[in-house]
């Protein structure tokens, strides 16, 4: 049966900055990660064929860059484009913006950020993603946490309320095999 493999990118600048958005690259930590990612799945899969699909965004390239396989780059798998808020902290947004900052907190996924996205409006341009994952084998998406969510959400039946808030951790391969109605779902943590 098919898989669809995912995973953050590796720790990134910004990450241990507490910085959202942007374009940073890999730290020491997430350098290792994506060292150690082909093991992991060369483990899982063996020698069944695989693509790897990444965003454009240079820590998705990066985190992927050790894996010998056919690699896809889609601008539709770019991070939840904050707006104003893009390389701010929260904590920046919460004093520069607070009802903003409030307003999310009540609708997460309905709410967009000035000049920015909502979860609502990725949903919507994850769509093309969707259905050629669909349509696929097995695929290994190196993402981002919001974007990872959704195409989470999607195959897991989640609602729009808990969609926004999986946790979708650092360093961690999910795997989920399509079954009739949801998914079976394993976990891999890779401690770095
Ligand atoms: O902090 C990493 C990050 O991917 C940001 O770039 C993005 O804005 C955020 O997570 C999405 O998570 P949340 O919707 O919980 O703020």
Redesign the pocket.
């Known amino acids: 049966p098919r898989n669809i493999f995912f995973s953050r990118h590796g720790e990134s600048v910004y990450?241990l900055e507490g910085k959202?958005?942007g374009d940073s690259k890999l730290s020491p930590r997430g350098r290792k990660y994506a060292l150690a990612l082909p093991e992991l799945i060369k483990a899982n899969l063996g020698d069944q064929p695989l693509t790897v699909w990444t965003s454009t965004l240079k820590r998705t390239i990066e985190t992927a860059k050790h894996l010998q396989y056919p690699k896809l780059q889609w601008k539709a798998l770019d991070?939840?484009d904050?707006g104003v808020c893009d390389g701010m902290t929260y904590e920046e947004i919460e004093a520069k913006y607070p009802e903003d900052y409030f307003n999310r907190d009540e609708d997460?996924f309905n709410y967009r950020y000035r000049g920015g996205e909502s979860y609502r409006d990725v949903v919507y341009r994850l769509e093309p993603v969707i259905m050629e994952l669909e349509r696929q084998q097995n695929i290994l998406i190196i993402g981002?946490?919001?974007i990872l969510r959704c195409i989470y959400g999607y195959f897991q039946k989640l609602s729009q309320d808990d969609l926004?808030y999986v946790k979708i951790p650092l360093h961690t391969v999910i795997k989920l095999t399509p079954k009739a109605y949801t998914c079976q779902e394993e976990r891999y943590k890779i401690d770095i």
């Open positions: 990450n959202i958005g991070e939840l904050a997460k981002h946490q919001a926004p």
